[in-house]
């Protein structure tokens, strides 16, 4: 978890980029606050963005606040429930939580501090993750072998692990995550290239070390993922900010971590 705070009435227009995340915003704003545009759909105020959201922009205007929660699929799809439904798109909270969400939000805008709201938000979560089923053992160990390697393990051989066939990871991975399990290495390889270039590398060490054929297959990959050239990603605020709002952010992280981040958006 992150807050986020614009300072002043300066115009905001950010380029999410992708990430091996389900992402919850919370916006804390007084008056209109940001909007959320991918593939030409709008949304205000609270929002869950599923994986592989294609190319999305936040923008608004004035001085405003916001939450930001990242829950990495197996535990989103506890806590969501329709988890599965939202890969390649965005929907308001509302309609995944109904009437939980408008509660949540009030809470979260009582508090009077960022720590308390990370409290609030973990209570909420924590409460949501007891409440359904987890996915299978084997579907989760496959998820976090895929984050832990980077995006850079073969299909067979974690159906090995796990004592599965292919076919069976396959059909049960994409029905409790919404993503298969080749996707999902596809997206963990481009967010360790994206942070890559955000931290400036250059674009051809990027391609080598993250394991792309060259320099070509690279820009293909970040161009399908966010929308964006390499160069464009490298220069993305949304990156350039990780590092300080989740500085222990590292595939052997707790599933729910909190830290304060209060950025000048400008």
Not at 97 to 121: K, P
Not at 162 to 187: D, M, N, Y
Not at 193 to 201: F, N, R, S, Y
């Amino acid at each position: 978890m992150a807050g986020f705070r614009q300072r002043g009435p300066a115009l905001v227009d950010i380029a999410m980029v992708a990430h091996p995340s389900v992402t919850l915003l919370v916006d804390l704003s007084e008056g209109e606050g940001l909007v959320y545009d991918t593939h030409g759909r709008h949304e205000r105020g609270n929002v869950v963005i599923g994986l592989l959201p294609g190319d999305l922009r936040a923008t608004g205007r004035g001085v405003g606040e916001c939450l930001q929660i990242r829950l990495e699929p197996v535990a989103a799809a506890a806590v969501l429930g329709a988890s599965t439904e939202l890969s390649g798109t965005m929907v308001s909270l509302e309609d995944v939580w109904g009437r939980d969400a408008g509660r949540a939000e009030d809470r979260l805008r009582a508090a009077a501090s960022w720590d308390e709201r990370f409290t609030i938000a973990e209570e909420i979560l924590g409460r949501r993750l007891g409440a359904r089923p987890p996915v299978d053992s084997e579907v989760a160990y496959t998820w976090r072998r895929t984050l832990t390697s980077r995006g850079r393990v073969r299909v067979d051989g974690l159906a090995d692990e796990v004592g599965w066939s292919r076919k069976r990871l396959w059909s049960r991975f994409r029905s409790q995550l919404g993503i298969t399990p080749k996707r999902a290495a596809r997206l963990v390889r481009f967010d360790h290239a994206a942070h890559l270039l955000a931290a400036g590398h250059a674009a051809a060490s990027v391609a080598t070390e993250s394991g792309y054929v060259d320099q070509s297959h690279l820009y293909r990959e970040v161009k399908a993922f966010a929308g964006l050239t390499p160069a464009a990603v490298a220069v993305a605020p949304w990156l350039a900010i990780d590092d300080v709002a989740w500085p222990a952010s590292s595939p052997t992280r707790s599933p729910v971590t909190g830290g304060e981040h209060i950025s000048d958006l400008r």
